[in-house]
């Protein structure tokens, strides 16, 4: 199938895989509702809308936005493809999956990015600028029963992620770990990641994680 993945938009890799992977797991009932953050392309916004969801795709590029609805079309699926700034993107409308696959990579730079390709992983020093918002909003806007699946790297903290959603009142635990070797973004910040002691000496591979947090019925 011809998918679009233009200069300029997070295209498809190794954490849209696991992401993917973990989304085959769910069970899905029909009609149910996803809402994909941090889109990019759209890929797991397709995963989704194959399997019969109703699927509302958010990104704050413009870009990203056309290219999911155009890839949406080339699948023969339906998505809502919307711009915006995470959930306050859609309201106060609930979903019973919720994928996150934010920026995570930490950062020499402690602001984030107000435009350019660069926003697609820059996230502050501690990679955690949007898996924080994330862990505080989203389980609120899950129905009961309802699913997150989030993908971050473990330099990002997994502790921290998994502790957040468990106070927000989630059953979460890290349902898949991939070790990738090191894209461009962390290969020309391996020094400065060692420097801040959040990668070993010799290290040329990262962890990613997916956590599943599933909201009480």
Aim: hydrophobic share 40%.
């Amino acid at each position: 199938m011809l998918f679009l993945k233009p200069p300029g938009v997070y295209a498809p890799q190794d954490d849209t895989s696991c992401l993917t992977a973990a989304l085959r797991e769910e069970t899905f009932a029909p009609g149910v509702r996803v809402l994909d953050l941090c889109t990019g392309t759209g890929a797991l916004a397709v995963a989704a809308a194959r399997r019969g969801a109703r699927v509302t795709a958010v990104d704050t590029s413009v870009r990203a936005v056309l290219t999911c609805r155009l890839n949406a079309r080339l699948a023969g699926v339906r998505i809502r493809a919307v711009r915006g700034d995470l959930l306050s993107a859609v309201g106060g409308e609930r979903f019973d999956v919720i994928l996150g696959n934010p920026p995570y990579v930490p950062s020499p730079h402690p602001r984030l990015p107000r435009r350019g390709p660069a926003r697609a992983w820059e996230a502050g020093h501690d990679g955690r600028a949007l898996l924080d918002r994330i862990c505080a909003e989203a389980p609120g806007r899950l129905r009961p029963g309802g699913v997150l699946l989030l993908v971050q790297s473990a330099l990002s903290g997994v502790t921290p992620t998994l502790d957040a959603l468990v106070r927000a009142g989630l059953d979460a635990q890290v349902t898949e770990r991939r070790y990738v070797p090191f894209g461009p973004r962390l290969r020309e910040r391996a020094e400065w990641l060692r420097g801040r002691g959040l990668l070993p000496p010799g290290e040329d591979k990262e962890e990613l994680v997916v956590i599943r947090g599933e909201a009480a019925l």
